[in-house]
């Protein structure tokens, strides 16, 4: 008996070191796949930052050559663009891409916010159904086909209505085609902003008497002050930023607008329709074109920065 007894105890000593054999393996096993995944998550943020900084390295090394070369101040101060004489001033396209982008947040920005506001404060369920899908459809549309329909009714409209030199080809028209196209930019990232705002601080308002629409405005709308910016700075990233529906409609002369029916050109545009024919310091200013839209781009991105961190 004591002979089985002990084989008994040999046999559970056994199977106990032949689990912890197993264990082990098992642990070892998932520690792996834990190591392969945080490997694999860092290969990708590595890839989006290496994109980030190949892409920055490359325009400026592309460009800077050309600034100076023709120099900084009559690089960006210079209002004549004649490659053939190899005169190169971008004046009249910063000038043209500020007052685009300036008339497309006032079109858009204050429709975008209010369509958020509709959207998560009184729009019921049945709307909502048809809202969305209409935002996210509006955002899928390609630039193109907005200057398409920008050259085929809202240039025609301007022309009729306001005239110009451009002849409907102006200022005001491509505000008004950005205005539509950064609309689902700032109603996504402002509804979100709003629907995050905790619910006790509408409860708080109301039980101080507030209404509705001072409620929106004077709690909700601040306390998503953060979200609303971001979402403005994107919708002026995606105006600024914004080429083909901007060529179809801008005009595209070469001029500082002194109304809003002159015809522009902005920063974006003289790059995309000259860069297919330039050569040699031609193609490097336009290089340089883009190395200036980049530091207005990183500006605005600095300033949202530090607003976010001013109200954190």
């Known amino acids: 008996m004591s002979s089985n007894i002990l084989s008994s105890s040999i046999k559970n000593e056994e199977d106990n070191t032949n689990q912890n054999i197993n264990n082990k393996k098992s642990f070892k096993l998932s520690d792996f796949y834990e190591l392969l995944a945080k490997i694999l998550f860092m290969i990708c943020a590595g890839v989006v930052v290496l994109g980030v900084v190949v892409i920055t390295v490359y325009i400026f090394i592309m460009g800077l050559p050309a600034i100076f ?14 490659p053939s004489a190899e005169i190169f001033g971008i004046l009249p396209m910063i000038v043209g891409s500020i007052y685009v982008t300036i008339g497309a947040v006032i079109i858009g920005v204050p429709v975008g916010i209010f369509t958020s506001v509709y959207m998560s404060e009184y729009a019921p369920k049945s709307v909502l159904r048809i809202l969305n899908p209409a935002i996210e459809l509006l955002a899928g549309i390609p630039s193109v086909v907005y200057g398409f329909f920008g050259l085929v009714v809202i240039v025609p409209i301007i022309n009729d209505t306001l005239g110009g030199k451009g002849a409907g080809s102006s200022l005001i028209s491509a505000s008004i085609i950005l205005g539509i196209m950064i609309l689902p930019t700032i109603i996504t990232t402002t509804k979100t902003a709003l629907l995050a705002v905790p619910k006790k601080y509408k409860e708080g308002a109301y039980a101080l008497g507030a209404t509705k629409v001072h409620t929106i405005f ?14 403005v700075v994107l919708g002026i990233g995606r105006a600024i930023g914004e080429t083909m529906a901007v060529i179809l409609v801008a005009g595209n002369s070469v001029i500082i607008p002194t109304s809003v029916t002159d015809p522009v050109r902005t920063m974006t545009a003289n790059i995309a329709i000259e860069m297919g024919y330039s050569t040699g310091l031609h193609q490097e200013a336009l290089f340089a074109t883009g190395v200036i839209l980049f530091i207005f781009i990183m500006s605005l991105n600095v300033v949202l920065h530090f607003v976010q961190r001013k109200e954190g």
């Open 218 to 231: 004077s709690v909700i709308i601040p306390a998503g002050k953060s979200g609303v910016l971001s979402g």
């Open 69 to 82: 070369e023709v120099g900084i101040i009559n690089f960006v101060t210079g209002t004549k663009w004649i």
